[in-house]
């Protein structure tokens, strides 16, 4: 599948929900150059070891108690190591 | 788990929540910059190398290893991806106006700038090789990694 398409449908899924969508590398410059908020989900020491430029860390296990420290106005873009 | 993620933040009301899903691994591996302590294979690798064509004669890429003053020169297609390595000692033995196809090692092995460089300069030395091509996941070339370069 080539970079940048989508790797799955967005958007209202039919019954009334918002579905993330899933992007590539293109996308994900181009939203960020554009406002979009960098998370990453794993441990903070996976984060420390490397992470994309500008990305806040947000453990998966602690986001709920987090949600707070994000800027609800901007689009959020969620990554972790890969596929998994 | 960037999925688990992001539908929790859509759960929550965020949006629009976008999930890069190749993740970190993709993005290293593409040798884009990165925040962090990690000490990965490209930040040692050797950028701007000696490369050719396959149809360039075996003249020309002499000249470009005397002039480097190292090996291999690597062979590009017009994609910049990696389709062979030519070394002195076949270049030497063939005619000057052979072309650089002809006597190239193709199918050299790679590896990606996200590899960490003190694991990769330890399996080089069990393996005792002393450098290796590194590319991105679409073959094209970023450079050469010498495990000596780790020391100096």
């Given at each position: 599948m080539p970079v940048g398409e989508p790797l799955r449908g967005g958007g209202r899924a039919g019954i009334g929900v918002i579905m993330p969508t899933g992007i590539g590398r293109d996308e994900l410059r181009e939203l960020t150059g554009q406002g979009a908020q960098l998370v990453e989900v794993l441990p903070a020491g996976d984060y420390d070891w490397a992470h994309l430029p500008g990305a806040v860390n947000h453990p998966l296990k602690e986001l709920d108690a987090r949600t707070g420290q994000l800027d609800r106005s901007r689009p959020v873009i969620v990554y972790c190591h890969d596929w998994y | 788990m960037s999925p688990r993620a992001a539908w929790r933040l859509e759960a929550t009301g965020f949006g629009p929540v976008y999930d890069y899903v190749a993740g970190k691994a993709d993005w290293l591996a593409a040798?884009?910059?990165?925040?962090?302590?990690?000490?990965?294979?490209?930040?040692?690798?050797?950028?701007?190398?000696?490369?050719?064509?396959?149809?360039?004669?075996?003249?020309?890429?002499?000249?470009?290893?005397?002039?480097?003053?190292?090996?291999?020169?690597?062979?590009?297609?017009?994609?910049?991806?990696?389709?062979?390595?030519?070394?002195?000692?076949?270049?030497?033995?063939?005619?000057?106006?052979?072309?650089?196809?002809?006597?190239?090692?193709?199918?050299?092995?790679?590896?990606?700038?996200?590899?960490?460089?003190?694991?990769?300069?330890?399996?080089?030395?069990?393996?005792?090789?002393?450098?290796?091509?590194?590319?991105?996941?679409?073959?094209?070339?970023?450079?050469?990694?010498?495990?000596?370069?780790?020391?100096s």
């Open positions: - | 040798d884009l910059p990165f925040e962090g302590t990690a000490q990965l294979a490209g930040m040692f690798t050797r950028r701007g190398v000696a490369t050719t064509g396959e149809r360039a004669p075996v003249a020309e890429a002499l000249r470009l290893l005397a002039a480097q003053g190292f090996g291999p020169v690597l062979v590009l297609n017009q994609a910049g991806v990696v389709m062979g390595a030519a070394y002195r000692d076949p270049l030497a033995a063939a005619p000057g106006e052979a072309e650089v196809g002809t006597v190239m090692r193709p199918g050299v092995s790679t590896v990606r700038p996200s590899e960490d460089a003190a694991a990769l300069a330890h399996r080089m030395g069990h393996a005792q090789v002393t450098r290796v091509v590194v590319t991105r996941a679409d073959g094209t070339l970023i450079g050469l990694f010498f495990a000596a370069d780790m020391n």
